[in-house]
């Protein structure tokens, strides 16, 4: 049996028969593809696959070893839950983009050189975006316009930087950045920063989740960021840049979330929030970091989709997403309420859920790395998380102020994906030791000590204190947060009056001024050298080719064919020869 089967082509492949399947047997199809890519994971073995040659460079179309197995794992895990929470669709387009989504993220991941990375990079680019606009309506189609706009401008960065990475040190093969930073090597960190969310290049997130269908959201929240995370981690360990920029996101998100309404936006700033935890371990680049990184990449992956899907869940049966719309919930739909906490208190990281074993294990790094200032800033994050995701928004959403709402439970399937994520957001949580086995690096990390445990649940209850002393203070309020995509959305509108008035205005008066003088000029020189063409260089050419013709005309009446009058002809011409060289000569 092969050692490798790329789980990307499963999925991409895969996608074609979709939409010529109907009911249950699309259904089971769609279960299959992703239970087929998982087992093609767990049966891989570490090495190099597809080595060629392209244009004089080598390419690895897929380089397996613990790094990409781990994100590889999770990635197709959640693949098959967000399937079974999307089996309702009856569109099959939405279930062709995601496919193609994860196919690609899943080729991001094994991509051994930067060509077939960038490929892999651009199609996530494009499949997400499909999610964005398939909502339909007029904010969901700016949004994904915004959206596939930034991303295209990154991948644009990024090709820039390989291309001249490339031609730097002479090899396109993907690994840790050698050599110095150059201009290559910094416009590559920079097109992984803008997928990775990293401000100010992160309010293309806030902007395109909440506008993404129901069930596309969820596949958002679970690949793009946390493919940027893995190709960070795999070029640029120990880039101290990221470290403070990582820890600025973990503080960004959490203050920005305070200001939100939107129940699916404030999800997405506690994505920034998240991943910049994941970015400063990339930063530290210890060990220890490094593996803090990608753990909780791993479980953030599953709790952030469980949370995206309890909110999506309320928007599916009620058509709601405001907080200022919501409450009461708890009533006729407890069973989403309980699933929703379970992710809640995951990302906010309580013991015996999956965020406390991995978080802190970033949290940890930067200790051992003497970074108090990051840690504090990580461990305040931490704090904040807790405050937005797992007290404020559940109580106004499914308790607070009873908006008498109709509502009911979600389908069936979309509780059955809601549980397989808690029941692993738990099982990590208890039983961590073998997510920690799955990490690139040997893992020497103990989360259930005392003080640990004392120090977390601490920090926890005193901010649940604060909640309900402060809650009216945290009131949402029907407004709309301001974020760096003011800049390009201002920025555009700028230039399209740029474009529809000075300029159109300044093309408009050339033109005229070219109609009116310029062009009645080039006319009349056109015609008068058309003149003197015609009277001038036409009769000297005609002349001269008449004169050729009567001359050719007379030679050929000399031609009369007897040898006697040539012989004369060149005796005289040869005594006409010797008179003119001997007048020269003297």
């Known amino acids: ?16 028969p979709i939409p010529f399947l109907k009911g249950s047997i699309r259904k089971a199809y769609l279960l299959l593809i992703p239970a087929l890519a998982i087992l093609a994971v767990l049966m891989m073995q570490p090495g190099s696959y597809g080595a060629a040659q392209f244009i004089g460079q080598e390419l690895l179309i897929a380089k397996v070893d613990k790094l990409s197995i781990v994100f590889a794992t999770v990635f197709t895990i959640m693949a098959l839950i967000g399937m079974v929470y999307a089996l309702h669709l009856t569109r099959a387009g939405e279930h062709v983009a995601a496919f193609v989504y994860v196919g690609s993220a899943l080729g991001v991941v094994f991509a051994g050189d930067y060509m077939t990375l960038f490929l892999f990079w651009e199609g996530m680019a494009f499949a997400s975006a499909y999610l964005v606009f398939a909502q339909g309506g007029r904010q969901a189609i700016a949004a994904g316009f915004r959206y596939l706009m930034v991303h295209i401008t990154g991948g644009v960065v990024l090709l820039g930087g390989v291309i001249l990475y490339g031609l730097s040190t002479g090899s396109l093969l993907f690994g840790p950045i050698a050599g110095g930073m150059g201009v290559g090597a910094y416009l590559i960190l920079a097109g992984f920063m803008l997928n990775a969310a990293v401000p100010p290049l992160n309010a293309w997130l806030t902007d395109a989740y909440p506008e993404a269908t129901v069930t596309g959201a969820v596949f958002m929240s679970a690949f793009t960021t946390k493919t940027a995370v893995y190709v960070l981690a795999r070029a640029f360990p120990g ?11 973990a503080l960004y998100g959490v203050i920005y979330a305070v200001l939100e309404n ?3 936006r404030l999800l997405a700033y506690h994505i920034v929030s998240q991943v910049g935890y994941m970015v400063a371990g990339v930063g530290i680049g210890t060990e220890m970091a490094v593996n803090g990184a990608t753990s909780h990449a791993f479980a953030h992956i599953l709790y952030k989709a469980l949370l995206f899907m309890g909110a999506g869940a309320v928007i599916y049966v009620t058509g709601r997403r405001k907080l200022t719309e919501l409450g009461g919930l ?6 989403t309420v309980a699933l929703y906490m379970v992710g809640a208190f995951a990302i906010s990281a309580f013991p015996f859920f999956s965020g406390f074993v991995t978080k802190s294990m970033v949290v940890a790094a ?10 504090l800033a990580l461990t305040m994050a931490s704090s904040g998380t807790f405050l937005h995701t797992g007290l404020k928004l559940p109580y106004y959403m499914f308790f607070g102020t009873d908006r008498k709402l109709e509502a009911r439970e979600p389908p069936r399937n979309m509780l059955v994906a809601m549980g397989m994520a808690a029941v692993l957001c738990i099982a990590i949580g208890v039983f961590p030791q073998p997510l920690y086995a799955l990490l690139p690096h040997p893992v020497d990390f103990e989360p259930y ?10 920090i926890l209850m005193f901010t649940a204190l604060g909640f309900v002393l ?20 201002k920025g555009a509108r700028h230039f399209m009056w740029l474009a529809e008035k000075p300029l159109a205005r300044y093309e408009k008066a050339v033109s005229d001024v070219s109609e009116t003088a310029v062009l009645p000029i080039l006319h009349g020189t056109a015609r008068a050298g058309l003149r003197i063409d015609l009277n ?4 000297v050419v005609n002349g001269i080719a008449r004169s050729i013709l009567r001359g050719g005309g007379a030679l050929r009446k000399l031609q009369t064919g007897v040898v006697t009058h040539y012989a004369l002809a060149m005796i005289v011409g040869v005594i006409a020869a010797i008179a003119v060289f001997a007048v020269v000569w003297r």
């Open 1 to 16: 049996m092969t050692d490798f089967v790329h789980p990307a082509l499963i999925f991409i492949f895969g996608a074609l």
């Open 239 to 249: 880039t101290e840049l990221l470290v403070w920029l990582g820890t600025a996101m």
């Open 262 to 264: 939107d129940c699916r």
């Open 330 to 335: 708890y009533k006729t739909m407890p069973l």
């Open 366 to 375: 930067a200790g051992q790395d003497h970074r108090a200032l990051v840690v």
């Open 449 to 458: 000590t005392g003080v640990h445990i004392t120090e977390s649940l601490g």
């Open 470 to 489: 402060f809650l009216r203070a945290l009131d949402p309020e029907n407004t709309i947060s301001i974020d760096t995509d003011w800049f390009y959305r």
């Open 536 to 539: 001038g260089v036409d009769a």
